[in-house]
């Protein structure tokens, strides 16, 4: 491997490992996104079957609504109603005109009911108003009565649904004194007999079939708004009818992705009716009732008593025709839920008035608002394709301006069962949580890209200090090799020009003085060698002995003398002699290795300046350790090199360039040898020069 490396650089080395890196992390991410889509599939699907299961409460709510209202008899939209067995000539109140309104229709104003002629009527009041108080109705009781028909009026009238002003009393006078006398003769019989009315008296559809009741239904103009509520959208707007309702814009401007919806093959809308049962189109029914008459109630409103009667009242029975309710968004923005009553061949309309948001509120947000799609989505509501109330969990969602301001993706989208066949319930997601599995997902993915990048760290930094040990290997071989091969070829002269006899008496010394010092500098090169090869295979295992510090001076000081007067230079040692009394604890061999290669390197790096001077100095420091210093008055050395220079094979030189001679192990193997000895070794510029610090821990062994 290392010799693979040697043709490698760092940048190379980088780019390998680069790729490496993609060829893992790119299959990986494609893993986990794979993952993140399967989880967010199976998310998208089990809250798209909570909105499905909310929509079919909701639907199942408005049912329930709308079927209580269907059981109410067409009596009821009257304030007097005939109770039990119409021959008692026993009258009562009706349901509805119950004040305050008792009802389970949540912003419900008020019923209502507008006969053929377009007369407005409430079950609020009799129909003569000045004798409310006969039936217990206070004045204060009796004005918001009033007040309440007034407001149900009025709001109809707006949407010209009835007619207004003040001439509604007369014209129901009228009207039900000409409608009594018309009648008399034809209910006569029934009332006296109490038996089944015929089938001539009957609805339009028991006895003359559509036909009929179509030609019926052309003979009510005052009723013929009703008949345009729920035409065709498109057909509303032709009208140019005015548009007070407040809206926040169309369905096809919502902002919602349906990826998921068209890649499922869902149908864009479905009916939520549809998913709990068959649905089973509703059709008219016939009912039998029985309602006082008109003229007998005007008459007897004047009494002071409603029970007992003085006189018997005349008792009106009749067969009616009921058909299915309607419901239709008014263009004041109230919802109407109306339907079509055909008696005696007249078509009357009977409703409940009732306010959007609160019916809204009250029938779709507490349902959804008590669930945990709130949390993630919205819930917009839409009728006829126009949005109109947005319902989220999620306080700044809660107001919008337009459609446009709608976005995420399309969850459920359904049609509420009929009569609401034009209201559609949207789920619109905003936050898809993904749950435990996500979670794990994304640790799984986290610990898999803190493996991937540290691993490939550590791969960089492993490949890059190979690189560099190899290259200072091969920088160490070819400086081993000079250093080997300059000493030998000189002793070989020398020794050449000796055994010749070439040399003079004179010049023999200092041939065998050159050769003595070239074999010491060969020597202490070997030993440096043998001491790496040491270290590489087994460590190093120092023998420590306890010396004074004046007893290792006196040993080492001959050998390191000669070292310096060889090279020209002049010796300065100064060690106090209570640091001399010193006992520290060393191997005397390792040390004297660490002197003679610190004095070594002072010498080589000091060999050109003009202050031919080398300073040992021993110091005690606290008393606890023992520091050997060794300086030179050199260059000294960078303070990016300061920590470099004690790895194995650095030199801050280029082999090719060098001026100095070494191998790049002499203070590797000083720092090694003195950390053997729990000692330590430093470096400080004392310019001009570098100072090499030595320390060791004094016999107690503190350290220093």
Known sequence: MRASLTGLDRKTLGLWLLVFFLALAIPTAVLIRQAYSKLKWEAFHQHRLLAEELSVRING?????????EARSFSEYAFLNVVGDPSANFLQRSPLSVYPLASAIPGLIGYFQVDAQGVFSTPLLPQMEEASGTYGISAREREQRLALQNRIRQILSENRLVKGGEAHRGLLEETLVERSQRRDKGVESLAATDTDAPASLSSPAGGGGSAVRKKMEQQVPAQAAFDRLNLAVGMREQENRPKNVAKLGRVEDLKLDDQYQADSGDMPVETAASRAAPAVAKRARKERGALPQRQAVFADETREAMTPLASPVRIELFESEIDPFEFSLLDSGHFVLF??????????????????????????????????????????????????????GQPSREYLSSSEALSGALLYRTRLSDPLGDAELIFSVNRLPWGAGGTLINWVAAVIMLVLCGGFYLMYRLGAGQIDLARQQQDFVSAVSHELKTPLTSIRMYAEMLR?????????????????????????????????????????????KPLHVSGLLEGILPVITSQVERAGFELKLDCKAETGEALVGVDVDYFTQIVINLVDNALKFSAKTDRKFIDISVRLLNNASVQFSVRDYGRGVPRDQMKKIFKLFYRSENELTR??????????LVHQLAASMNGRVDVVNTEPGAEFRVCFPVITGESC
Do not use: C
């Open 61 to 69: 709510r408005f049912s329930e609504l709308i079927h209580e209202e």
């Open 339 to 392: 339907r079509k009553v055909w008696r005696d061949g007249q078509r009357y309309i009977q409703g409940a008035l009732i306010a959007q948001q609160p019916f809204l509120d009250g029938t779709i947000n507490t349902l959804f608002a008590g669930t945990l799609l709130s949390q993630m989505s919205d819930l917009i509501f839409a009728y006829q394709g126009d949005v109109f109330s947005v319902f989220s």
């Open 500 to 544: 010749e006899g070439w040399a003079s008496e004179e010049n023999k010394k200092t041939y065998y003085n050159y050769i003595f010092d070239e074999s010491e500098r060969l020597s202490r090169l070997i030993n440096n060698v043998l001491q790496l090869a040491r270290l590489s295979r087994n460590g190093i295992q120092a023998e420590l």
């Open 659 to 668: 001026e100095t001679v070494g191998t790049g192990i002499g203070l590797a």
